[in-house]
Every structure is written in structure tokens, then in C-alpha cells.
């Protein structure tokens, strides 16, 4: 039913588009006849390449231009490719309907020559298989598109069928775009939830119960990672491994306990779980996908070096000739690409380390250095973005009107910058989590085990359960923010805190999604406003140059202040009534921010920013753990984040919830 629906929808379209045509000047009518089609080549051609040069985005973190570009080279890709199909074999059937008098087809069996390009374009290049994470939930409908498709290349082979070398030219490129086409199909099913769920584990026994690994002492790395693949799946699925299981990886870990081996080992996991769902790297890992590299590398090779030696027919147009020449040259730059990705893949060496074939064919390649070796010099830059509340403050006009301004505003200011995380803030996670692998995770932040030790026999006012936890991120951000602007003397452990505490506050304006679900967007506008109209109050411009001074006159005033000062007052809904309570609640995140700073500012100055430090680190750690594992997944195709980071050594480390076992 569905496919005559679009049968039936695409014919009604193409009667539509041919009286239009009827009412179009002639000489517009000739010039849309003479480029319709190599427009939309072009078109193709360009959309292929910019997939293929920036369609990997786990190698680089892609700004805002890349990714709308990746983007619309996405969604036009095959758009434009099914649309080519139609439009020659619309042409074509016209030409041989009209007993081949139509003047807008000069070669019919070279514009039949290129449609088995579509289907090659349809396939895609390697570096992309889905855009999004649910786009693999969709391998069904380019199952249909494969099968429709091709049946329409054979259609428009045949329909120009001369018997020449031409004609035995199309039907090799049609095999090659049909297991282009099918490895994409394929890549799709296969980073799937239910593929992951249902059939990865059954056909992959639990990596600790092989005793014997082929030449383990050479290979440990590879048998390590593909551990890591078997602990994903079970992330993924939401499933609970079992105690042996999770002490092997565990014990691994601690036995390694270098921080930058652990950096490196989990940002190079992350980029494994980019290539389960956006790439086809995974699907085609092992020796059938080297196999088929091999055999459309060679076809496509075949193809234009014989296109080249007996194209001289003069009856073909020269442009046409050169569309053609530049098919063939894109289609051969791609294949040359991913034979080398092929060839230097992560996931061929695991297939090989499995079997043991790796000893009689690719010794050589462990004399020099890899890409994927897990050396100890070798270092991992993170590049984390940071947002500030004082810095969204100042210079932005907020024009705040009966103590209200839209929600959308704080999503779209630019207030965000991407630094790379520090080596000592490095350490300082990896130690942490190290001390703590015996603990168990809390549901509640506020009952947190490490957070409630920290603010043990402090006099830190109103911490109950109640609180939210994008609220303690803004309230603990905006002291934080508050010390560390009247403190004159940096240090590490003040550099770190500001660091984690910039980065937490990004994710709440930015990436909300990453975090334990709460109304943190409504507290900070609340919030916001009231910091406004304090700068007000106490005739401050709120500008860079002023934070110091701004933040000195916070911590000099008292708690009740703030809290019972009518000025900044903000109630909760503009239609209420301003009662004792809602005053309360309005005010709260403000006053406590203050009244923490403050009590934090009586003591060793050192001491205190040992203490925010331990924080940050616990509230990074915490969200973490509590982010949806298909977010961080979904977070993978707009760059690696430190969240994910921290929530994979978790992993390793037996923090997780479905990771528990009993301390021994």
C-alpha cells in the first residue's frame, strides 16, 4: 500500500510538473531541460564530498557553520540522488517514447551510464551513516529504498541496452552501488537499539570467559577494548553484568592507574561508540567488509580506466564527458578512502585478534607506532565548553519588565567558550573516582555519600533532600563564582573549581538534556532577575570590570539582607500574591549562594578551596552517572564531551548503578 501510494503520488507530481512546463517561456523551458539534470549532479557530487571530508565528527569537535553544513549535505544527499533517478528516467522514457526525437537527451546511454552512481550516492560515503541516533531506527525504510532503487537502476540499464562496453560498464556499477547501498542499509540495522539489544550479546560470548586469547601478551590492548564493546552493550541495554564480569575490567583499571592512560583509553571508547552509530565502520569490520572494500575499490578503478580509453566518441557532449569523468573521479577518491580506513580500522584489528589471523598478515604493523597505540606519552586533549552566570549578566541589555522576560533568551545568548581540560583537573578526577571505587551511587544528590560527608560540621545553611540538583549547580556556580572573583591569590585548586563550575553551568544553560531532569531554567531566570536588580540597588554596572567589586558587596551583606529585601524581590508567578512563602522561594537560590560564600570565606582560605574543589568533582561525577546513556550517545555526533568522559571511568571504576557490587 505504501509503495503505490508513492507510486501514485509521484506520477500525479510529474503530470503536475509537465503542464507547468506548458506555461514556461521556451527559452527557460530549454534551459531547465539542458541543466535540470546535471544541475542536480552537481548538486550530488557536492553533498558526497562534504560528507565524506567532515561526515566523521568524532575526529574534531565541528562548530555551528560544519555542522549545519553536514547537516544540509545530509538531508539533501539522498534526496537530491532519488530525485536523479527519476528525472532520468523520466527523460529516458520520454526519449524512447517519442521514438528517440527528444532534444534534451543527446546520449541516452551515458545518461543511463550514470545512474548506478545514484545508487552508490544513496550508499554513502563511510565517515556517515546517521546524523542522529534515531536515523538507524529507520534501516527499514532504506531497506525498501535499496530494493526500489535498484530495480529502477536495472529499469534504466536495460531500457538503453546496446550490448556495447557502456552497457557492461553500467551493470559493474550497479553491483558496486548495491553493496554500497546495502553496507549502508546494514550499518543502520546494526546501530540500532533492538540490533544492540537483542542480538549483539547473543552472538558475542562474554570476553573473560575465553581463557585463551592468540598471543594475549601482544595483543592486550585489542582484547581490552573488546571487552569495553561487551560492557557498552550492556550500558546501552540497560542490562546488569555479572560480579566476575565487572571485576576483571575493574581490577584491569586500578592495576593501570595512571590518569592519562585512563583519559586515553576512554576517549578512544567514545570514538568506538561513534562508530556503532554514525559510521560503518562497525557493521563492516570484518573480513567480508575488507572484502567488499577491495572489490569496489578495484571495480571502480576498472571502470574509469576503461571510460577513459574508449570514451573518444565525438557524439558525446564534451560537458556530459566531463560530468561523467567527475562520477568516476569522486566515486574512486571515496573508495580509495575507505579501503584505507578499512585497512587501518580499530574494528578489522579486533577481528583479527579474535581469530588469530593477524599473526600471518599484519605482523608489520605492530614495528611502528599506530594511531590506536595506548602509549603513555602520548596525551588527550578534551575541549569542554564553559558558560558563566556574571559573565551572562553583563553586557547584555535585559530590559526586564514586570519582573519577566521570555524563557528562550537565555538559550540563545552567546555566552559560551571551549577551553581543553587541564592536566591537574585530570588528576584530580581520576584520583577521585579512584578512592572511591568501593562506594555506591545515591539516587539523591542531596544524600549523596561524598557530598554529604563535604558539608559535614560546616556551617553551610538549608541543604536538605528537597533540593533539585540544578539548583544546588546554580547556587554552588554562583558562590563559587563569588570567592573566586575576590580571591587575588590562584591556585590549582581554585583554577579546577572554576573550571568544573563553568563547565556544570554550560551544561545547565546549553545542554540541559545531559542533566538529571529539573526546572533549573526557571530558577535562573528568577535568579537573573534578582541578581539585576541588586546590581541596581547598589548602582553597579554590570560589566566585566566590575565583577570584583560587584562580588565584594555580596559577600558583605547579610543573608536576611537579601532575603527580605522588597528590591529584588521576584515572585514565582507575576499573577500571585507576594505571601511570606513564595517570597521565600523566590529569593532562596540567591540568598543561599550568598550566605555559602560567605560562611566559606571564615577559615583557611587553602582548606575552603579544597573543599569546592571536592565538590565540583562530586557534582560532575553525580551527573555523570545520572545522564541517559542515549544521550551521551546522542552527544557524540556534536563532539565528545567531559561528561561522557567521566561517566565511562565511572563505568571502569564499577561506579555505576548497574555496575553494583558488594564491597569485599
Same mark, same amino acid.
Given at each position: 500500500?505504501?509503495?503505490?501510494?508513492?507510486?501514485?503520488?509521484?506520477?500525479?507530481?510529474?503530470?503536475?510538473?509537465?503542464?507547468?512546463?506548458?506555461?514556461?517561456?521556451? &527559452?527557460?523551458? =530549454?534551459?531547465?531541460?539542458?541543466?535540470?539534470?546535471?544541475?542536480?549532479?552537481?548538486?550530488?557530487?557536492?553533498?558526497?564530498?562534504?560528507?565524506?571530508?567532515? #561526515?566523521?565528527?568524532?575526529?574534531?569537535?565541528?562548530?555551528?557553520?560544519?555542522?549545519?553544513?553536514?547537516?544540509?549535505?545530509?538531508?539533501?544527499?539522498?534526496?537530491?540522488?532519488?530525485?536523479?533517478?527519476?528525472?532520468?528516467?523520466?527523460?529516458? #522514457?520520454?526519449?524512447?517514447? !517519442?521514438?528517440?526525437? +527528444?532534444?534534451?537527451?543527446?546520449? &541516452?546511454?551515458?545518461?543511463?551510464?550514470? *545512474?548506478?552512481?545514484?545508487?552508490?550516492?544513496?550508499?554513502?560515503?563511510?565517515?556517515?551513516?546517521?546524523?542522529?541516533?534515531?536515523?538507524?531506527?529507520?534501516?527499514?525504510?532504506?531497506?525498501?529504498?535499496?530494493?526500489? +532503487?535498484? /530495480?529502477?537502476? $536495472?529499469? $534504466?540499464?536495460?531500457?538503453?541496452?546496446?550490448?556495447?562496453?557502456?552497457?557492461?560498464?553500467?551493470?559493474?556499477?550497479?553491483?558496486?552501488?548495491?553493496?554500497?547501498?546495502?553496507?549502508?542499509?546494514?550499518?543502520?540495522?546494526?546501530?540500532?537499539?533492538?540490533?544492540?539489544?537483542?542480538?549483539?550479546?547473543?552472538?558475542?560470548?562474554?570476553?573473560?570467559?575465553?581463557?585463551?586469547?592468540?598471543?594475549?601478551?601482544?595483543?592486550?590492548?585489542?582484547?581490552?577494548?573488546?571487552?569495553?564493546?561487551?560492557?557498552?552493550?550492556?550500558?546501552? =541495554?540497560?542490562?546488569?553484568?555479572?560480579?566476575?564480569?565487572?571485576?576483571?575490567?575493574?581490577?584491569?583499571?586500578?592495576?593501570?592507574?595512571?590518569?592519562?592512560? *585512563?583519559?586515553?583509553?576512554?576517549? @578512544?571508547?567514545?570514538?568506538?561508540?561513534?562508530? %556503532?552509530?554514525?559510521?560503518?565502520?562497525? =557493521?563492516?569490520?570484518?573480513?567480508?567488509?575488507?572484502?567488499?572494500?577491495?572489490?569496489?575499490?578495484?571495480?571502480?578503478?576498472?571502470?574509469?580506466?576503461?571510460?577513459?580509453?574508449?570514451?573518444?566518441?565525438?557524439?558525446?557532449?564534451?560537458?556530459? @564527458?566531463?560530468?561523467?569523468?567527475?562520477?568516476? %573521479?569522486?566515486?574512486?577518491?571515496?573508495?580509495?578512502?575507505?579501503? /584505507?580506513?578499512?585497512?587501518?580500522?580499530?574494528?578489522?584489528?579486533?577481528?583479527?585478534?579474535?581469530? #588469530?589471523?593477524?599473526?600471518?598478515?599484519?605482523?608489520?604493523?605492530?614495528? $611502528?607506532? +599506530?594511531?590506536?597505540?595506548?602509549?603513555?606519552?602520548?596525551?588527550?586533549? /578534551?575541549?569542554?565548553?564553559?558558560?558563566?552566570?556574571?559573565?551572562?549578566?553583563?553586557?547584555?541589555?535585559?530590559?526586564?519588565?514586570?519582573?519577566?522576560?521570555?524563557?528562550?533568551?537565555?538559550?540563545?545568548?552567546?555566552?559560551?567558550?571551549?577551553?581543553?581540560?587541564?592536566?591537574?583537573?585530570?588528576?584530580?578526577?581520576?584520583?577521585?573516582?579512584?578512592?572511591?571505587?568501593? @562506594?555506591?551511587?545515591?539516587?539523591?544528590?542531596?544524600?549523596?555519600?561524598?557530598?554529604?560527608?563535604?558539608?559535614?560540621?560546616?556551617?553551610?545553611?538549608?541543604?536538605?533532600?528537597?533540593?533539585?540538583?540544578?539548583?544546588?549547580? $546554580?547556587?554552588?556556580?554562583?558562590?563559587?563564582?563569588?570567592?573566586?572573583?575576590?580571591?587575588?591569590?590562584?591556585?590549582?585548586?581554585?583554577?579546577?573549581?572554576?573550571?568544573?563550575?563553568?563547565?556544570?553551568?554550560?551544561?545547565?544553560?546549553?545542554? @540541559?538534556?545531559?542533566?538529571?531532569?529539573?526546572?533549573?531554567?526557571?530558577?535562573?531566570?528568577?535568579?537573573?532577575?534578582?541578581?539585576?536588580?541588586?546590581?541596581?540597588?547598589?548602582?553597579?554596572?554590570?560589566?566585566?570590570?566590575?565583577? %570584583?567589586?560587584?562580588?565584594?558587596?555580596?559577600?558583605?551583606?547579610?543573608?536576611?539582607?537579601?532575603?527580605?529585601?522588597?528590591? /529584588?524581590?521576584?515572585?514565582?508567578?507575576?499573577?500571585?500574591?507576594?505571601?511570606?512563602?513564595?517570597?521565600?522561594?523566590?529569593?532562596?537560590?540567591?540568598?543561599? =549562594?550568598?550566605?555559602?560564600?560567605?560562611?566559606?570565606?571564615?577559615?583557611?582560605?587553602?582548606?575552603?578551596?579544597?573543599?569546592?574543589?571536592?565538590?565540583?568533582?562530586?557534582?560532575?561525577?553525580?551527573?555523570?552517572?545520572?545522564?541517559?546513556?542515549?544521550?551521551? !550517545?546522542?552527544?557524540?555526533?556534536?563532539?565528545?564531551?567531559?561528561?561522557?568522559?567521566?561517566?565511562?571511568?565511572?563505568?571502569?571504576?564499577?561506579?555505576?548503578?548497574?555496575?553494583?557490587?558488594?564491597?569485599?
Amino acid at each position: 500500500m505504501l509503495i503505490i501510494t508513492v507510486i501514485s503520488s509521484w506520477w500525479i507530481s510529474l503530470e503536475g510538473h509537465r503542464r507547468l512546463v506548458q506555461v514556461i517561456p521556451n &527559452p527557460v523551458q =530549454a534551459w531547465w531541460e539542458k541543466w535540470e539534470l546535471r544541475g542536480v549532479i552537481l548538486v550530488s557530487l557536492a553533498s558526497q564530498m562534504t560528507l565524506t571530508l567532515w #561526515g566523521n565528527r568524532s575526529n574534531y569537535k565541528p562548530n555551528i557553520w560544519k555542522r549545519a553544513l553536514v547537516w544540509c549535505a545530509y538531508l539533501l544527499a539522498d534526496w537530491v540522488a532519488a530525485l536523479a533517478m527519476g528525472v532520468i528516467s523520466s527523460n529516458l #522514457g520520454d526519449y524512447y517514447s !517519442a521514438n528517440c526525437q +527528444q532534444k534534451n537527451v543527446n546520449n &541516452p546511454q551515458l545518461i543511463a551510464f550514470w *545512474a548506478p552512481f545514484f545508487l552508490v550516492h544513496l550508499g554513502g560515503p563511510d565517515t556517515i551513516t546517521a546524523y542522529a541516533l534515531e536515523d538507524n531506527e529507520l534501516w527499514l525504510r532504506h531497506l525498501v529504498g535499496l530494493v526500489s +532503487q535498484t /530495480i529502477l537502476t $536495472i529499469y $534504466i540499464i536495460l531500457m538503453s541496452w546496446k550490448g556495447n562496453w557502456l552497457s557492461h560498464l553500467s551493470i559493474l556499477m550497479l553491483i558496486v552501488g548495491f553493496i554500497k547501498y546495502g553496507e549502508r542499509t546494514w550499518s543502520l540495522y546494526c546501530g540500532s537499539i533492538s540490533h544492540l539489544r537483542n542480538s549483539f550479546l547473543r552472538s558475542i560470548e562474554s570476553p573473560w570467559k575465553k581463557e585463551e586469547w592468540p598471543h594475549a601478551s601482544k595483543r592486550d590492548y585489542h582484547r581490552n577494548y573488546l571487552r569495553f564493546i561487551y560492557i557498552f552493550v550492556s550500558l546501552f =541495554a540497560d542490562l546488569v553484568l555479572s560480579p566476575r564480569d565487572i571485576n576483571h575490567d575493574r581490577q584491569e583499571f586500578l592495576n593501570k592507574t595512571g590518569w592519562e592512560y *585512563a583519559f586515553q583509553k576512554v576517549d @578512544r571508547e567514545l570514538k568506538l561508540m561513534y562508530d %556503532v552509530f554514525y559510521t560503518k565502520a562497525f =557493521a563492516n569490520y570484518g573480513f567480508l567488509g575488507l572484502l567488499s572494500r577491495l572489490f569496489t575499490l578495484t571495480s571502480t578503478t576498472i571502470v574509469l580506466v576503461l571510460y577513459a580509453k574508449l570514451s573518444g566518441n565525438k557524439e558525446y557532449l564534451v560537458m556530459d @564527458r566531463t560530468i561523467t569523468f567527475l562520477l568516476l %573521479v569522486e566515486a574512486l577518491i571515496s573508495e580509495m578512502y575507505a579501503f /584505507i580506513l578499512a585497512l587501518s580500522s580499530k574494528w578489522r584489528r579486533f577481528y583479527f585478534t579474535v581469530t #588469530g589471523i593477524e599473526d600471518n598478515v599484519y605482523m608489520w604493523e605492530y614495528n $611502528i607506532k +599506530q594511531d590506536f597505540s595506548l602509549n603513555m606519552g602520548e596525551s588527550v586533549s /578534551i575541549s569542554y565548553g564553559q558558560s558563566n552566570f556574571f559573565n551572562l549578566i553583563c553586557g547584555q541589555n535585559w530590559n526586564i519588565k514586570d519582573n519577566f522576560f521570555p524563557m528562550d533568551k537565555l538559550e540563545k545568548l552567546p555566552i559560551v567558550s571551549h577551553s581543553s581540560l587541564s592536566s591537574q583537573l585530570k588528576k584530580k578526577i581520576f584520583s577521585n573516582l579512584y578512592l572511591k571505587s568501593e @562506594r555506591s551511587m545515591q539516587s539523591d544528590f542531596s544524600s549523596h555519600p561524598g557530598y554529604r560527608n563535604l558539608i559535614m560540621g560546616k556551617n553551610i545553611p538549608i541543604f536538605s533532600s528537597e533540593f533539585e540538583f540544578h539548583r544546588i549547580i $546554580i547556587i554552588w556556580h554562583i558562590a563559587t563564582d563569588l570567592l573566586y572573583h575576590s580571591d587575588n591569590d590562584p591556585n590549582v585548586h581554585l583554577e579546577n573549581s572554576k573550571q568544573i563550575s563553568d563547565y556544570m553551568f554550560y551544561l545547565l544553560v546549553k545542554k @540541559r538534556y545531559m542533566l538529571p531532569v529539573g526546572a533549573g531554567l526557571i530558577t535562573l531566570r528568577d535568579t537573573v532577575i534578582q541578581t539585576v536588580k541588586y546590581f541596581e540597588l547598589f548602582n553597579i554596572v554590570p560589566q566585566q570590570n566590575n565583577l %570584583v567589586e560587584a562580588s565584594k558587596i555580596f559577600l558583605q551583606q547579610d543573608a536576611p539582607t537579601i532575603l527580605n529585601d522588597e528590591a /529584588i524581590y521576584v515572585p514565582i508567578d507575576p499573577n500571585s500574591e507576594r505571601d511570606k512563602s513564595s517570597k521565600d522561594q523566590s529569593a532562596s537560590v540567591l540568598f543561599q =549562594a550568598c550566605a555559602i560564600a560567605k560562611e566559606l570565606t571564615v577559615g583557611n582560605r587553602e582548606e575552603m578551596w579544597r573543599f569546592i574543589e571536592e565538590l565540583w568533582v562530586e557534582i560532575l561525577c553525580y551527573a555523570g552517572a545520572h545522564c541517559r546513556v542515549d544521550m551521551h !550517545a546522542q552527544q557524540l555526533r556534536k563532539g565528545l564531551e567531559l561528561i561522557s568522559h567521566v561517566w565511562l571511568l565511572q563505568a571502569h571504576f564499577g561506579l555505576l548503578d548497574q555496575f553494583q557490587i558488594a564491597p569485599t
